[in-house]
C-alpha cells in the first residue's frame, strides 16, 4: 500500500515538473530564452524608441506548430541571437490574446493590433523602426540561416539603400575569406 503511495505521490512530482516547464517555456511569455530577452509589446515599443534600436516582433498563435518550430529552431541560433541583440528588441505578440496592448495613444487586445495589421497567417514577423514605423513583415516560417540574412538586411538599414535580391547577391554570394 505504501509502494502505491510513493508511485502516486512520484507521478504527481512528475507531473507538476512538466506542467512548470510548460508555463516557464511557455511562448510568448515575456522572458530571457536563449539569449533572446523577449519583451511585452508595450514595453518593447519604449525600449526601442529609448535605445533606438529596430523592434522585432513575433506574432504567434499558441496552437500553431510553424510558430513553435520557429522558437525552437530559429530563435536559438547564434547568428540569430547575436543580429536580435545587436540590431532589435524582440517582442511576443500572441494573435488571440485578450491582453492589453497600447499603440500610439490606442488601446487594443493583442487580437484586435494582429487583426488591425492585417496578419492572418502565423507565424508573422512584424518589423518596425525605432519610432514605431512599420518596415515590412515576414509572413511564415523561416529556416534560421535565412531569417539571419533578414535581420541583417533590416537590422544593418541595407533595407534602406538596396533590394533584399540585390542584398543577397552583393553580400552573400561572395566567398567568405578563412584567414
Known sequence: MKANYRNVAGGLVLIGVFVTAFLVSRPGSPQQSDGISWKSFDEGI???????????VDVYTDWCSWCKKMDADVYPNAEVVKLLNEHFVAVKLNAESSKPVTFRGTQFTEADFAHQLGVTGYPTTLFLDSGSNPITELPGYSPADQFAKVLEYIGM?????TTFQE?????????????
Open 46 to 56: 519604449a525600449l526601442a524608441h529609448s535605445t533606438n534600436k529596430k523592434v522585432l
Open 157 to 161: 538599414d541595407h533595407y534602406k539603400r
Open 167 to 179: 542584398f543577397i547577391g552583393k553580400y552573400h554570394s561572395q566567398p567568405k575569406n578563412d584567414d
